[in-house]
């Protein structure tokens, strides 16, 4: 499986998954939630809502992945995923790791062979960039695949990407 960074704009990626740092309560809000919601349209929304009545309180646990059309993206499906808060008080990393994991899985399960993931929780959930990169990584190499053949981290600046790249060659 490649795997690689690239700066762009998760929103416009030409791949079957793209791979969305969602709130648990699956209804967007903002950074690339907020984008994915945006941009793909109300199908993703409305699909959201279904997949919320049958989940625990309605609410995607940290960790966990779950699957919805793409609507107007131009990938074929979205894969939400929970991310941890940051703590310096707790280590939420294996949390970190399982988004990507679980997400990783869930795109292998629908047959897509090329995945797009943002920096989870390294936006407003404030995880530090270096180490939001090496715990995605991590979490990506640790999965056995048998659709997925590429992987790119999708990061919106230049710093993001430097830290991306330096996991993916650390």
Not at 61 to 71: L, S, Y
Not at 91 to 98: E, F, G, K, Q, T
Not at 107 to 134: E, H, K, N, Q, T
Request: hydrophobic letters at 50%.
């Amino acid at each position: 499986m490649l795997l690689r960074a690239v700066r762009g704009d998760i929103t416009e990626a030409d791949v079957d998954v793209v791979v969305n740092a969602a709130n648990p309560g699956l209804l967007g809000g903002g950074g690339v939630d907020g984008a994915i919601h945006a941009a793909g349209g109300p199908e993703i929304l409305a699909e959201c809502r279904a997949l919320k009545a049958g989940l625990p309180g309605g609410r995607l646990p940290r960790g966990r992945a779950v699957a919805t059309t793409a609507g107007r993206l131009p990938a074929r499906w979205v894969v939400h995923t929970a991310g941890p808060i940051w703590s310096a008080d707790q280590d939420r990393s294996a949390v970190l790791r399982s988004c990507c994991t679980e997400s990783l899985r869930v795109a292998d399960g629908l047959g897509a062979r090329s995945v797009a993931f943002p920096a989870i929780s390294a936006g407003v959930y404030g995880w530090p960039l270096a180490d939001a990169a090496v715990q995605a990584v991590a979490g990506v190499r640790a999965v056995e695949v048998q659709h997925v053949q590429e992987v790119r981290f999708v990061l919106f600046d230049d710093r993001a990407l430097a830290a991306f790249e330096a996991a993916l060659t650390g």
